[in-house]
C-alpha cells in the first residue's frame, strides 16, 4: 500500500491474526511521512474490521 500525500488512510483487514501488525505498520508508515511521532496518529474502528488512520488536528 502506497500513500504519500495522504493525511488519512482507510482499510478493511480481513486477517484478524495480522491486525495488530498491519495497523502498527501503518501507523509508523503515516507517521514517518509526515515527520511526526506515532502518537499523532489516530486509529478509529469504522467499521467491521475497517479501520481508518489519520493525523489528528494537533499533530506537530
Request: include cysteine; charge should be negative; proline fraction near 2%.
Amino acid at each position: 500500500m502506497t500513500f504519500e500525500a495522504a493525511e488519512s488512510v482507510t482499510l478493511k483487514i480481513w486477517d484478524r491474526s495480522t491486525m495488530h501488525h498491519t495497523l502498527d505498520a501503518l501507523v509508523e508508515d503515516l507517521s514517518t511521512r509526515h515527520n511526526t511521532t506515532k502518537g499523532s496518529v489516530a486509529v478509529t474502528c469504522s467499521g467491521p474490521n475497517t479501520f481508518t488512520l489519520s493525523l489528528n488536528s494537533g499533530a506537530a
